[in-house]
């Protein structure tokens, strides 16, 4: 059964971030980011000499994009459950333009946006600390 033109009208958008999301997977499986300052620096780590929440991932997705977990893990532990909650919020995303939902929040409010905000900084706490080093990339 075909889609009437007005749904796959409304499924551009979510096709576009298809789209780019394969493009750059596809980038950073081609172009080696454990190769120093391929990508450039992170400014953070440049500036303050501490890991952010997001050093190491690019490595962690360029493991992901060659089937190495372990190695992606290792690189940025956050990686894979960040992976999983954009493809579940780009899943519901579809749901809803394809059903003919009205817009509105997919199920972040203020309270999930706190707690990511406190886990972030716990995180890039921990992983800069003598007994977080397994956690820095």
Same mark, same amino acid.
Do not use: Q
């Given at each position: ?5 007005? /749904?796959? $009208?409304?499924?551009?958008?979510? *096709?576009?971030?298809? %789209?780019?999301? =394969?493009?750059? #997977?596809? @980038? ?36 992901? /994009?060659? $089937?190495?977990?372990?190695?992606? *893990?290792?690189?940025? %532990?956050?990686? =894979?459950?960040? #992976?999983? @909650? ?52």
């Amino acid at each position: 059964m075909t889609a009437p033109a007005e /749904t796959r $009208g409304r499924l551009l958008a979510p *096709l576009g971030a298809a %789209v780019a999301g =394969v493009g750059a #997977l596809t @980038l950073l499986h081609f172009r080696d980011p454990h190769v120093s300052h391929s990508y450039g620096v992170c400014p953070f780590h440049e500036l303050t000499g501490l890991w952010c929440p997001g050093c190491g991932g690019l490595r962690a997705m360029n493991n992901l /994009t060659n $089937g190495d977990v372990v190695g992606s *893990l290792s690189s940025n %532990v956050l990686i =894979v459950p960040v #992976l999983l @909650l954009a493809a579940l919020a780009w899943l519901m995303w579809v749901d809803r333009l394809w059903h003919d939902r009205p817009r509105g929040k997919i199920v972040f409010t203020k309270v999930h946006g706190a707690v990511l905000a406190v886990a972030l900084v716990g995180f890039t706490v921990l992983r800069n600390t003598p007994w977080g080093t397994w956690l820095s990339p």
